[in-house]
């Protein structure tokens, strides 16, 4: 794709304005339960600002709850609750007086299934958060709006139909707004909940492109089953398995050089 | 053979609900006829209500009807949707089945009772408690006009919204816990407080649900007969004063059915027959709307 | 930023405050009445009011032992017509849920749920009363008869569809015929559930006048003929209530706490065997 590259610059440059700095995350001996059940024993993990960080592992092996750890979404699920410490540029959003919702403005987040608002039009879902904020002037809106549009590299398929519904997307398109609706408030770190199991290959590719592009600026943790995205889109990976962290690596160190047998035995395919 | 036998059993007895609407239709019709014939559409236009000329118009009664409907609503609306948002979305969870579990018993109390209560309870409080601050400071709004009864418009509106606001609770607080996870998680990941959330994603989603609900509760304060007849006067008469006596179209079936013969008798079942369709409307209308929720908004359109 | 936040999230508390006020206000009544129901009704119970008659216009004195009577022989009356139409419809319901005749008679179930039971009266009316020419318990059966259907219908529908496929696998597997299948096992499986929705449309008719007025009636001595007119509770609550006597008041005080606690006593029993069911399981 010749003009790939080209949208790449664009893409980042829209993504700068935008973010203005990118967090550093460091997990440390982080627990999780869903009543009785408990699904993360102690992971620490540091993941580094500006890189793509994946996270693999078997399904229900904690990867997901993890990542609903760094934004305290794991707590709103009845019966879930959590322990450890999770440090966001050194400062912990467990700390008691810490606001959730505050946490949640810094860590955006983008879900297995697209949901954009079905009620909204494409504008108001890429204006939502702000909008929430309590943001009224409508050039600051324009603005942002067509800048996360662009960040989301969908600026270009939409800008002539942003009255249109949401839903009126297609999958990929709306797996878009939705990281469009993410950035448009500016977060340090966004969280992917395997952003692409839904979509087609060709959506798939333009999702990780999009997760590579963004990473220029914005620290991104993404969770997957699937292998060679971890191998395509990250600069780390850390393995998961039955809610302890194995291994954590460089993403070409665990894919060629696994130090522990499990992940070996993860990535060559013998269970999972 | 015997399959298909007990299938033909099952299917009839399901269609009875299909033969039972349609007979109804046809005996009310019939039994309306005489008055359909003699008085046609000005029924609804006149005011005269004359056993003895045999004379009848059922404008009165469709003013009561509409308005006591409109002052519950008015009232049972906003604190309906406060119960429901207070029990989908904010309530903790220890508190929310008690809440809901009341609520059912609210609507479970049998008209009579609400009646009876009202007559010695709710009446002589309206009279003395409720009415003197509303004239004192209302009083000159011809809707707070004349000489507070108790007995009138503004009670069978306040006890209608007792009776109905359980219906708009437990059908909102429905459409509303429908509304998929991912839509509200969707706004709290953007940093939404509960209330946001619930303003940005879970109302607009669960809209036309929430609408059904308020038709059903329209068709059930359009239709209810006993409490209002025992409180609101009984008096023929169209006032803009919510203090003023008045009557509903259910409230003088209940009170002239047994007495009456020949075309009272017909006008009678005439504005019955009227209640029924104008309810049967509402009441599919709202299930619509209700049904239309669960599938979620996005897909209705494109 | 910082401003805006903290007026965000008092808005929050203020909404989560408003929200529950408005349920403390949805609430005070149903209190209210428990409340004056307790206060007026227990002093106004005594063992005359289950074994009298009513007594003479203004006598003080006299029950309501006919009118309980009457209104379960109303409802049974009823149930003759509401539960084998609603059970048997509503296992087609859950059978052929994808017929077009379910799809209707679903909504049609639905919308007579919501049919102003004053209009079932009617019809009672004009169908058996006006061709027998006199009021009789009979009629007041078929219109509480009616709007059993519906309620009955639709819980039936929900319990059979939560009958497990397995359980309906096993027998057709042992080569009982479906019919079998559904009266045998499937039902029973159900039962529980089924019971329990046909109790509260039962408790919910027992307590209905309007459909009664001009078809059961009522009546001050006692009845056991289906086509004559019959007593009722609710009519007889209505009756005295409506009255200019102090004696009548107290009452139809009494009568209502009796058919409250009847009618609640019945939602709160089944609502009490439901959650132990799910405990069990």
């Given at each position: 794709m010749p003009d790939t590259t080209q949208a790449g610059v664009a893409v980042t440059a829209d993504a700068a304005v935008l973010i203005d700095h990118a967090a550093g995350i460091e997990a440390q001996d982080v627990h999780a339960w869903f009543d009785r059940l408990h699904v993360l024993r102690g992971v620490f993990m540091t993941i580094a600002p500006r890189r793509v960080t994946a996270i693999i592992g078997p399904s229900g092996c904690g990867k997901s709850t993890f990542l609903r750890c760094l934004n305290r979404m794991?707590?709103?699920?009845?019966?879930a609750r959590s322990s450890g410490r999770v440090l966001m540029d050194g400062d912990?959003?467990?700390?008691?007086?810490?606001d959730p919702v505050q946490v949640r403005r810094r860590v955006g987040m983008v879900f297995q299934k697209p949901n954009p608002?079905?009620?909204?039009?494409i504008y108001d879902n890429a204006a939502a958060g702000l909008r929430l904020a309590g943001e009224r002037d409508r050039r600051v809106l324009d603005e942002t709006v067509e800048r996360s549009l662009r960040a989301a590299a969908l600026w270009d398929e939409v800008k002539d139909r942003?009255?249109?519904?949401?839903?009126?997307?297609?999958g990929g398109q709306q797996q878009r707004l939705c990281i469009a609706r993410a950035l448009a408030v500016s977060p340090e770190v966004l969280l992917m909940?395997?952003?692409?199991?839904?979509?087609d290959p060709a959506a798939t590719l333009r999702i990780e492109e999009l997760a590579r592009e963004l990473a220029r600026q914005l620290t991104i943790v993404i969770v997957t089953h699937n292998m060679q995205q971890a191998a395509r889109v990250s600069d780390v990976t850390g393995f998961i398995l039955d809610g302890e962290l194995v291994e954590v690596g460089t993403t070409d160190q665990i894919f060629?050089?696994?130090?522990d047998r499990r992940t070996e035995d993860y990535i060559t395919g013998r269970f999972g | 053979m015997g399959d298909r036998l007990f299938a033909h059993l099952l299917a009839a007895m399901a269609g009875g609900v299909l033969v039972i609407t349609a007979a109804m239709l046809a005996a009310l019709t019939v039994g309306a006829w005489p008055a359909i014939r003699k008085f046609g559409p000005a029924f609804f236009a006149s005011s005269a209500w004359d056993p003895v000329a045999g004379d009848f118009g059922a404008l009165p009664f469709i003013y009561g009807t509409l308005v006591s409907s409109a002052v519950a609503l008015g009232l049972a609306v906003p604190l309906g949707l406060g119960v429901a948002i207070f029990l989908s979305e904010l309530a903790p969870g220890w508190l929310r089945r008690p809440v809901g579990f009341l609520v059912e018993l609210l609507a479970a109390i049998p008209s009579v009772v609400y009646g009876l209560w009202g007559i010695f309870v709710l009446v002589p409080w309206v009279r003395a408690t409720l009415s003197p601050p509303l004239k004192a400071t209302l009083g000159f709004l011809p809707l707070f006009e004349?000489?507070?009864?108790?007995?009138g418009m503004l009670t069978a509106g306040l006890i209608l919204a007792i009776m109905v606001v359980p219906f708009i609770i437990a059908v909102s607080t429905e459409v509303m816990r429908a509304v998929p996870t991912s839509q509200r998680e969707a706004a709290l990941s953007l940093g939404a407080t509960v209330w946001e959330t619930t303003r940005a994603a879970v109302i607009p989603y669960a809209r036309s649900g929430i609408v059904g609900a308020i038709f059903l509760a329209l068709a059930r304060a359009l239709g209810e007969t006993m409490a209002v007849t025992m409180v609101?006067?009984?008096?023929p008469q169209i006032r803009a004063s919510l203090f003023a006596p008045a009557y509903t179209i259910s409230a003088v079936i209940a009170n002239e059915f047994a007495e009456a013969t020949d075309v009272h008798l017909a006008a009678l079942i005439y504005a019955g027959l009227v209640l029924f369709l104008v309810t049967l409307t509402v009441n599919i209308l709202a299930r619509l709307l209700v049904a239309r929720a669960g599938r979620g908004p996005g897909l209705i359109r494109e | 930023m910082s401003r805006s936040y903290l007026r965000r999230r008092w808005t929050d508390r203020l909404v989560a405050g408003v929200t529950f006020l408005c349920a403390v206000a949805v609430l005070t009544p149903l209190f209210l009445i428990l409340f004056f129901l307790a206060r007026t009704g227990v002093g106004a119970l005594n063992l005359d009011f289950f074994t009298h008659l009513p007594g003479a216009a203004g006598e003080p004195g006299g029950g309501m032992a006919n009118a309980i009577a009457g209104t379960l022989l109303l409802v049974g009356l009823a149930a003759l017509l509401g539960v084998p139409v609603g059970v048997l419809g509503g296992t087609f319901l859950a059978e052929y849920p994808t017929s077009r005749l379910a799809g209707v008679v679903r909504l049609l179930a639905d919308v007579m749920n919501g049919v102003p039971s004053i209009v079932m009266g009617l019809f009672a009316y004009t169908i058996l009363v006006l061709p027998l020419r006199h009021f009789s318990a009979a009629a007041g059966g078929l219109a509480l008869g009616i709007m059993l259907i519906p309620t009955v219908m639709r819980t039936t529908e929900e319990i059979v569809r939560l009958v497990p496929q397995s359980v309906r696998e096993a027998s057709l597997a042992l080569g009982i015929p479906q019919w079998r299948t559904l009266l045998r096992v499937v039902l029973p499986t159900a039962a529980g559930g089924i019971v329990a929705g046909i109790m509260v449309g039962l408790a919910r008719i027992a307590g209905e006048t309007a459909p009664l007025?001009?078809?059961?009636?009522?009546?001050?001595f006692w009845n056991w003929d289906p086509l004559q007119p019959i007593a009722a509770l609710p009519l007889q609550i209505f009756a005295y209530a409506v009255s200019p006597f102090e004696d009548w008041h107290r009452q139809a005080w009494a009568g209502a706490l009796v058919l409250v606690s009847l009618v609640l006593g019945i939602n709160i029993a089944t609502r009490a065997a439901a959650a132990r069911q799910v405990k069990l399981r």
């Open positions: 794991h707590e709103l699920v009845p019966g912990d959003i467990y700390a008691p007086g810490v608002f079905p009620t909204m039009s942003l009255g249109r519904p949401g839903t009126s997307l297609s909940d395997e952003p692409a199991s839904a979509l060629t050089r696994p130090r | 004349g000489p507070p009864l108790g007995i609101v006067g009984n008096v | 007025l001009f078809t059961a009636l009522g009546n001050r």
